[in-house]
């Protein structure tokens, strides 16, 4: 059991720092928030960069917390005018903040982004002064989590932050270690990220390191009761086209079905920078119609696909530069709605896709032996409704939103919770792009 700290502490807003809000493909978070404020916190949001145009989700509606933008480098004389206050306020924090910031942009490799990153925390520790924040919490651990560390510097303000993936294994490991050292906690959503980090810290900190998956909000993924038989089956993946999803993987594999004989079609939805090299590697193997890039939709399209799919795939692997994932917020929705699931035994994935158990692994890379798992399950519908069936019970024991949501609540020293019969029931219908 990971450690928690007391509930009791004083009330107060909370500050949430995140890259870009509102963001298409980080649904994840957007639950999380929604939940936060429906266990009582008072939230705070700021964004790093300005949000993406829209389409937004609808949820985005339901978010009582006021958003505020980080001015943007052009922007001089409100950052000025922050910094100011921030030396006024406290001027030794500021100056030890500034001597870390030089110190460890002589350090670093990318010594202007230590410096962006300073600058954007003057803004964000005036801010949260002004408005009684209690405490900073970041999403991701990479720039997020570097502006929460300064704001902290320089407010007395504690922080914490949540590790994801790509933002977790692409920054050095010192870095990461510095962060959660001088972080209150550190949440992250998969064991195997928790383990990781608990190596870099060590045994005397390693109580730091928290595990709180995504949580799914099963409000809106009602288990349909059975797979229906289709004149031909469908294959359904859902990704960003981008290497570490393994789409060209799962490509290679339908071209062995194909050649094995058995009937079948491929949607793979999502949209990235490899969609003209899929494209071809679609034509190369005459899957043309049969395999298709569906583009990024919305939720409410996407949950329809789900429901008419007959198994879904996702082949994730370890990129050439260390990225990876985390546990895909696609495999738990698919679950969700009672699709037995194939993936690639990578990262936190095992943790729900527990092979003969929950559904199928397979190693990454490996299109043969994704194609005999597809196979196998398009050939047993008996085994393929047993293994979803354990897979929406499984998400209902470890991976509901609430209890995720409470116990992030409860390590931001938030002291009272709503009942849980409050419910977390989203009014409107999500709309999202797959990611």
């Not at 509102?22 to 009582?40: D, S, Y």
């Amino acid at each position: 059991m990971n450690a928690m700290p007391p509930a009791a502490m004083a009330s107060g807003p909370v500050a949430y720092i995140m890259k870009r809000y509102p963001r298409l493909t980080e649904t994840f978070i957007l639950n999380e928030i929604r939940a936060m404020e429906r266990l009582g916190a008072d939230l705070r949001i700021f964004s790093l960069l300005p949000p993406e145009p829209p389409p937004h989700h609808a949820m985005v509606a339901e978010v009582r917390a006021p958003v505020r933008a980080v001015p943007m480098a052009g922007a001089w004389v409100d950052l000025v005018r922050a910094h100011a206050a921030a030396i006024r306020a406290a001027p030794l924090r500021y100056a030890g903040a500034f001597g870390r910031a030089a110190w460890w942009s002589v350090q670093s490799p990318t010594p202007l982004s230590v410096w962006k990153q300073f600058t954007r925390a003057g803004f964000v520790a005036t801010a949260c002064r002004r408005g009684g924040i209690r405490h900073i919490h970041a999403h991701f651990a990479n720039a997020p989590a570097a502006v929460a560390r300064f704001a902290s510097l320089m407010s007395g303000i504690p922080f914490s932050f949540t590790a994801h993936a790509k933002d977790l294994y692409l920054t050095p490991k010192q870095v990461i270690s510095r962060r959660a050292r001088a972080a209150s906690f550190v949440a992250t959503c998969t064991d195997y990220n928790a383990q990781y980090l608990r190596n870099l810290l060590g045994e005397a900190e390693s109580h730091k390191i928290n595990l709180v998956y995504h949580g799914i909000d099963l409000t809106h993924f009602s288990a349909r009761t059975a797979i229906g038989a289709a004149p031909i089956p469908l294959i359904l993946s859902v990704g960003r086209l981008v290497p570490k999803k393994g789409h060209d993987d799962l490509i290679e594999a339908c071209a062995l079905l194909r050649d094995a004989g058995v009937a079948f079609r491929c949607m793979i939805v999502g949209a990235g920078p490899l969609h003209a090299e899929l494209t071809a590697l679609i034509e190369r193997h005459d899957l043309t119609g049969t395999v298709t890039l569906e583009g990024a939709m919305t939720h409410a399209a996407l949950i329809d696909l789900y429901r008419s799919a007959t198994l879904f795939a996702l082949a994730p692997r370890i990129a050439d530069d260390g990225d990876r994932d985390g546990i895909p917020n696609v495999i738990a929705e698919a679950m969700a709605i009672g699709v037995p699931v194939v993936s690639t035994d990578v990262s936190g994935i095992p943790e729900v896709v527990r092979d003969g158990e929950t559904g199928r692994l397979v190693p990454p890379r490996d299109a043969r032996a994704l194609a005999d798992a597809m196979g196998r399950l398009l050939a047993d519908p008996d085994q393929a409704q047993a293994l979803a069936a354990a897979a929406r019970a499984l998400l209902e024991r470890d991976f509901d939103l609430w209890t995720t949501t409470t116990r992030l609540h409860g390590l931001m020293g938030c002291a009272d919770c709503a009942p849980p019969d409050a419910g977390l029931v989203c009014t409107a219908p999500a709309v999202a792009a797959a990611g």
